[in-house]
């Protein structure tokens, strides 16, 4: 998904729901807010069942896909940061080196 194909997902209103604070595999989830405690990102409620993430900004998500990108950052910041470690590497370099060498498709 790029920039230039990326379109507004809707849910409708009532169907999702987070009465109280929620926490599942380490995401936690609020009315308000989506965070974990593996990763400095979070996501945040902006109205009308749309939620913002700090590293996709300019995006809009529903809950489903809000959570989503919180636990990948979640894996990157952990899992990933473990191993580039290990490497002499930071997490981003890591995903950076995999992604040049044509890996993802």
Known sequence: MNMTT???????????????????????ITE???TSKYTRQSGVY?????????YLPGREFDLPGAITAISAAAVAD??????AAQLGLTAAELVGFIAMSGAFR
Request: charged share 30%; no cysteine; glycine share 2%.
């Open 6 to 28: 990326w379109r507004r997902r809707r849910i409708e209103s009532d169907s999702v729901r987070v009465p109280e604070p929620t926490e599942r595999a380490d995401v936690v």
């Open 32 to 34: 308000t807010s989506i």
């Open 78 to 83: 952990s899992v990933l940061a473990d191993s």
């Open 46 to 54: 902006v109205g009308d069942n749309l939620w913002v993430v700090s």
